[in-house]
């Protein structure tokens, strides 16, 4: 487990990072759909190097599929559009503890009702008190 920690805390690191750099290439070509179609096309090839690497018949199960799983591109691609044409003017750590907070409401959600097949895990008091706790760290620290 301490090794999925790690890595979603490598994740974590990487979203303002991808923020800053994204909207640093929006500003500096002129058009942040543009810089956002560049990120995907490195997206795309990175991801289909892993696929190949590590099982393309993977692919084949895609159109049995429910439809409605296809809807995470469009709210990566709404995510990368957005921080791309919001973050030079509202900064990266403000843009970022929206994003944030964000997560916190949505994840609380979709893990009390086991949303999308997730593990059910009760939003109690204690759990919630604890994403308060995190929603005011990342609030505090935009403050300072």
Same mark, same amino acid.
């Given at each position: *487990?301490?090794? +999925?920690?790690?890595? *979603? %805390?490598?994740?974590?690191?990487?979203?303002?990072?991808?923020?800053?750099?994204?909207?640093?290439?929006?500003?500096?070509?002129?058009?942040?759909?543009? /810089?956002?179609? $560049?990120? +995907?096309?490195?997206?795309? $090839?990175?991801? @289909?190097?892993? %696929?190949?690497? &590590?099982?393309? !018949? @993977?692919?084949?199960?895609?159109? !049995? #599929?429910?439809?409605?799983?296809?809807?995470?591109?469009?709210?990566?691609? =709404?995510?990368?559009?957005?921080? &791309?044409?919001?973050?030079?003017? +509202?900064?990266?750590?403000?843009? $970022? =503890? +929206? $994003?944030?907070?964000? !997560?916190?409401?949505? /994840?609380?959600?979709?893990?009390?009702?086991?949303? =999308?097949?997730?593990?059910?895990?009760?939003?109690?008091?204690?759990?919630?008190?604890?994403? #308060?706790? *995190?929603?005011?760290?990342?609030?505090?620290? !935009?403050?300072?």
């Amino acid at each position: *487990m301490a090794q +999925f920690a790690i890595i *979603m %805390t490598l994740a974590g690191i990487g979203i303002p990072m991808l923020a800053a750099l994204n909207a640093a290439l929006g500003q500096r070509i002129g058009s942040p759909a543009a /810089a956002g179609a $560049v990120l +995907f096309t490195v997206a795309l $090839v990175s991801c @289909a190097l892993v %696929t190949l690497a &590590t099982g393309p !018949q @993977a692919l084949s199960k895609v159109a !049995q #599929a429910p439809k409605h799983l296809l809807l995470a591109g469009v709210l990566i691609a =709404f995510y990368v559009l957005s921080i &791309t044409w919001i973050a030079p003017v +509202f900064g990266v750590g403000n843009a $970022v =503890f +929206f $994003v944030l907070l964000g !997560q916190l409401i949505s /994840a609380a959600a979709i893990d009390h009702f086991g949303l =999308f097949g997730a593990r059910i895990s009760p939003l109690g008091p204690t759990r919630a008190l604890g994403i #308060a706790l *995190m929603a005011a760290g990342v609030f505090v620290t !935009q403050k300072v």
